[in-house]
């Protein structure tokens, strides 16, 4: 454990975990996990479905107690000090977990109550004018469409003005406009201090992150900006475009050198550790009628197919 | 989309109890009540519709019981004693009969709860001032039906005739044997009297139990749960927070039970109203502790309903409201004193009744006040934080 930080103020890394491991019914969720988060800054949680994001997060809030491991939160010990994190931590869960049956105006003035905001009247009409829900404040919050659920929860999470947000996949199931919209806000959020971890499935949007974190069965696999953590993976990259790239991409599956084949509308990504053995793969077909070869970056989706392809091999 | 920069939040405690937290809870379980209308509607509607069925329909005093006359005579005396049975209520005389083969048959296919023989020289025999034997053949399968009902065929059959036949016994100011009873507190010996105290605590518990019993499985089963344990309101708070709301609907449902006693069925109040109200307002909140507390322990809401209904029936029948409390076995006995019902029924039927004070009372008083702290202590340590 770093020496814990004993104020109220945010510390600068505001996430500081060590070794998370937390498992259900004898299967680790969670393995060994280490996360780092400084203050003001978009964090991205990426990873598969049932790579263990969701019982992270929850065990940075107290929502879960590690198996082993340690650390802080906002400067607070995320095993003792759970009541103090709630206070200062705005969590957003996955599903929608406002009340359905209260109205946009009756759940907000609950949460300014329970954290014992001054006026919540005031707190809760002043939220309502942020999120541009003037006049539909009597609506039930479970009559809203996902854009707007997904809205009224963020505007909850923030009116008791956290220090921290923790964002389980607020954006699944939201139309484009509503993504963009809302990562607008994030970064607005963001701009005043505020420390963001979300996480995503989307590429467009880990690459809006300051920093992202790459988690695969449990096992936190990569972590860094969006360039490093590209350039880690170690990958080089060839597109090819032409017709019939699609029989290429099956006489190419096979070759040693080649570690990942990807189409992507008319184009193939092909893509390798090794650039050698990579580019003496595809030497026979760089001058094959028709097809246009050209050394490409790796992109992040590269990287993380890549990431949880050998993460695979390494669980199978 | 901007965060106000004001800090606003009251650092008040960090620990304890906060009563904008608990008031915070409350109002939310008030709005949530109030929103399901159905719900609301049914908590008002099953008190009077209990009330009206137990206290019509459950009578340990029965009426109109099914008697058949066997008459191997038919005398002045035999028509007298048919006569003062169907006069009343107690008997419905389905037919007369006079061979002796006939009675087993009516007892076997229940078509008669009694068969009242009238012997061949009845009439004759008395006015000799013998003590000629009158034969009851009764069907006791249903012991409280017939107990109470042969109790009454005796002094029918005497008054009958005395009065109608002018047929004077041997000694008629020394009956050869003669019953005094003398019913306390409840002179006409009707039961309604009795019921409708044992009813309201009956039907309080059932509905109070239900309504809290649901309340924390609720919360996890619509996924609320995960919101509300990560903000900052304590166990505690949230208990207090979800047992309010319900306090208030349990004493409307107290007072409709008590108005309709009152006008339907005449039940006095002989105590102070105030002691009844205290007492009610104990039980109320004892009942939703310990609903809630099942809630706590069930994982949905299947089983904190299944839970309640198991606590439910020994309430029921181990309480003192069906079977008399004194007559139970020891063992039973003790089941009974460790339940809610059975000390607000002591004191209800004793305030109501008997015009007690709610400090002799003391000892049972206390005791739901104990039941009450031990289900709330429960559900405190047993309410989880975490999702773990």
Redesign the interface.
Known sequence: MTDPIMTVEAPETVIDVHHLTKSFGGRKVVDDVSMSVRKGRIHGFLGPNGSGKTTTIRMLCGLLTPDSGDGTCLGFDILTESDRIRRRVGYMTQKFSLYQDLSIRENLEFVARVYGLSDPRGKASAAIERLGLKGREKQLAGELSGGWKQRLALGACILPEPALLLLDEPTAGVDPQARRDFWNEIHALATEGLSVLVSTHYMDEAERCHEIAYIAYGKLLAEGTVDEVIAATGLSTWTVSGPEVHRLQQELEKLPGIDMIAPFGTNLHVAGHDEAALERAIAPYRDRAGLKWEKDAPTLEDAFIDLMRRSQDNFS | ?????H??????N??GI?F??F???T??EF??MT??RVTLATMIMIPVMQLFLFGFAINTTPHNLPTAVLMRENTDVGRSILAALENTDFFQIRTVITRAEDMDELLESGRALFVVEIPEGFERALRRGETPALLVAADATDPVASSSALGALSGIITTALANDRQIEFSEPTKPAFKVIQHRRYNPAGSSTLNIVPGLLGTILTMTLLIFTALSVTRETE??????L?????TPVEIMLGKITPYVLIGLIQALIIIAAGILVFRVPIVGHPASLAAITGLFVVANLSIGYTFSTLATNQLQAVQMAMMFFLPNILLSGFMFPFAGMPQWAQWIGEALPLTHYIRVVRAIMLKGADIGVLAYDTATLAGLMLVAMSIAVTRFR????
């Open positions: 989309m901007t965060v106000p920069s800090e606003t939040r009251n650092n008040n960090n620990g906060s904008g937290r008031w915070a809870m109002i939310k709005i949530q929103r399901d619509r996924g609320t749960m995960e919101n344990l990560s903000m900052p309101i934080r975490t999702l773990d």
